[in-house]
Nanobody, 117 residues
Framework: QVQLMESGGGLVQTGGSLRLSCAAS????????MGWYRQAPGKQRELVGK???????RYSDSVKGRFTISWDNARNMVYLQMNSLKPEDTAVYYC???????????WGQGTQVTVSS
């Protein structure tokens, strides 16, 4: 089992920045890919981006160039640096972990990000 705990959400103005953190614990050795998803009110959960242990990352078109995911293997931490935030980035952000790029085995509880206009 793997436990994920997000932190760092909050209220920020348009154009501002936030850094979300995800602390992973448990059977981390089974995890080869981690990611961030988000879910806005009334919408489906969507992928923000993913990263592998080797550092390969991919992002959704809506955040590409503004958001960056990083993985600190030594500390079992994954980060989501969000810059140039827009009101449409408002959502609950979830950390995910999987045994491969194509699988999500674990979810965090989520952290709220609100971007005011």
């Amino acid at each position: 089992q793997v436990q994920l705990m997000e932190s760092g959400g909050g209220l920020v103005q348009t154009g501002g920045s936030l850094r979300l953190s995800c602390a992973a614990s448990g059977s981390i050795g089974s995890i080869n890919a981690m990611g961030w998803y988000r879910q806005a009110p009334g919408k489906q959960r969507e992928l923000v981006g993913k990263i592998t242990r080797s550092g390969m990352s991919r992002y959704s078109d809506s955040v590409k160039g503004r958001f960056t995911i990083s993985w600190d293997n030594a500390r079992n931490m994954v980060y989501l640096q969000m810059n140039s935030l827009k009101p449409e980035d408002t959502a609950v952000y979830y950390c995910s972990a999987g045994s491969s790029w194509f699988v999500t085995d674990y979810w965090g509880q989520g952290t709220q990000v609100t971007v005011s206009s």
